[in-house]
């Protein structure tokens, strides 16, 4: 996920509003005592999703993988004061330290935890969203994409993450690495589905962002 030289994203880090002190012992507290941390959204991914959600001001959000919380925190730090942010996990371990920083970020009226398999819980939540964020099992994504479109209101948003996925998506992919193939798959999906635009951003390990027409 190193695309920039490292002098150049510390400066990019630098130049990025610090994340709050919330965030940032969550973000220590993964690092610490999770094994593959890695997986966190972390200060630049996590301050542009939150700033993206300021610039939504979204009323509903689908957060597809939930992790240990530090992307849901930010995207819900955008909502309107009614508004409320689904979270799906399906690792049950993590759902002690996802509710802890829940309640101390002051959220927990405003963040919804599911815990179990997202193709089985995301056709029986009744909501309409404004932003879905897909951060989960990458096989899963053009299901996940599927699953979501029509729950989301037109003019709204879908995210994706990991979507350059280590640079892989421009090498020649294992016919065993069925991450990989998801997520060529994916991004083919999204970019000629005339339901949406898109655009590709290079932020840590890519983010696809599309807007339905």
């Known amino acids: 996920m190193e695309f920039y030289p490292q002098k150049l994203d510390d400066y990019i880090v630098a130049h990025t509003q610090d994340e709050n002190e919330i965030l940032a012992e969550l973000n220590r507290e993964t690092y610490a005592k999770i094994l593959t941390p890695r997986m966190l959204s972390g200060h630049l991914q996590g301050q542009a999703l939150r700033m993206f959600s300021h610039m939504i001001q979204p009323k509903r959000i689908l957060e597809i993988g939930t992790y240990t919380g530090y992307s849901a925190l930010c995207l819900a730090d955008g909502l309107t004061e009614d508004g409320k942010l689904h979270t799906i996990d399906i690792n049950e371990e993590l759902a002690e330290m996802i509710n802890r920083y829940i309640d101390k970020s002051g959220?927990?009226?405003?963040?919804?935890?599911?815990?179990?398999?997202?193709v089985e819980i995301i056709p029986n939540l009744n909501e309409t969203?404004?932003?879905v964020f897909i951060d989960a099992d990458k096989e899963n994504y053009p299901n996940y994409f599927?699953?979501?479109?029509?729950k989301v209101r037109k003019g709204g948003f879908i995210?994706?993450?990991?979507?350059?996925?280590?640079?892989?998506?421009?090498?020649?992919?294992d016919p065993k690495d069925e991450e990989t193939q998801a997520i060529l798959r994916y991004n083919d999906k999204v970019h000629n589905d005339?339901?949406?635009?898109?655009?590709?951003?290079?932020?840590?390990d890519g983010l696809m962002v599309c807007r339905k027409l």
């Open 107 to 118: 959220l927990s009226n405003k963040i919804v935890t599911h815990i179990g398999n997202a």
């Open 129 to 131: 969203f404004d932003v």
């Open 146 to 150: 599927d699953l979501t479109i029509d």
């Open 159 to 173: 995210i994706a993450d990991n979507v350059l996925w280590s640079g892989k998506v421009i090498e020649e992919v």
């Open 194 to 204: 005339p339901r949406v635009e898109n655009v590709l951003l290079p932020i840590r």
